[in-house]
T-cell receptor, first 107, second 116 residues
Framework: AQRVTQPEKLLSVFKGAPVELKCNYSYSGSPELFWYVQYSRQRLQLLLRHISRESIKGFTADLNKGETSFHLKKPFAQEEDSAMYYCALNRDDKIIFGKGTRLHILP | GAGVSQSPSNKVTEKGKDVELRCDPISGHTALYWYRQRLGQGLEFLIYFQGNSAPDKSGLPSDRFSAERTGESVSTLTIQRTQQEDSAVYLC??????????????FGPGTRLTVT
């Protein structure tokens, strides 16, 4: 079955420290993966897609097919990065979401 | 421009009653999705509309759940004979096209449903 696993419910990181939010997937085809973010009192929004290989707000994510992972990384955390992050997989135009990781940036 | 809107923002209902949730997608978006988010859980896919194609209802958890969409505009999600386990935030999202752009979903603010 296709699924997305985010093993950490909560991740606390000091400001200025590196951030890595883990995401593993299972999918039999060629995966299309995304990271979504929800800031406090805001709507869920797309952060980045692996096919565009972009860096948004300093975040990057590399698809590792060997490890079936799509971890989200940022070298230096900022307080405004505190939010809920969801990893997601496109399965036949339906988006399968992980359970999310709450990132808490400590001052 | 206007984003995806949902109404009501909050709904409290008694167990056994029917509820109707509404979603207004972004104008011109052909694809529309409904998700359910229970407390502490991820987003659970419910149903997907794409243009005039038959909707993908594979995520609806029971026959008490149904959804309609008028052309490429408003959608309503109906839950009949609500149960306490239906309590969740119901999110709607729209997308400019279907295939290949599903990741460009624009989400509404959600409807928080509480069944007492």
């Amino acid at each position: 079955a296709q699924r997305v696993t985010q093993p950490e419910k909560l991740l606390s990181v000091f400001k200025g420290a590196p951030v890595e939010l883990k995401c593993n997937y299972s999918y039999s085809g060629s995966p299309e993966l995304f990271w979504y973010v929800q800031y406090s009192r805001q709507r869920l929004q797309l952060l980045l897609r692996h096919i565009s290989r972009e860096s948004i707000k300093g975040f990057t994510a590399d698809l590792n097919k060997g490890e079936t992972s799509f971890h989200l990384k940022k070298p230096f955390a900022q307080e405004e990065d505190s939010a809920m992050y969801y990893c997601a997989l496109n399965r036949d135009d339906k988006i399968i979401f992980g359970k999310g990781t709450r990132l808490h940036i400590l001052p | 421009g206007a984003g995806v809107s949902q109404s009501p923002s909050n709904k409290v209902t008694e167990k056994g009653k029917d509820v109707e949730l509404r979603c207004d997608p972004i104008s011109g978006h052909t694809a529309l999705y409904w998700y359910r988010q229970r407390l502490g859980q991820g987003l659970e896919f419910l149903i997907y509309f794409q243009g005039n194609s038959a909707p993908d209802k594979s995520g609806l958890p029971s026959d008490r759940f149904s959804a309609e969409r008028t052309g490429e505009s408003v959608s309503t999600l109906t839950i009949q004979r609500t149960q306490q386990e239906d309590s969740a935030v119901y999110l709607c999202a729209s997308s400019p096209h279907g295939l290949g752009a599903a990741g460009e979903q624009y989400f509404g603010p959600g409807t928080r449903l509480t069944v007492t």
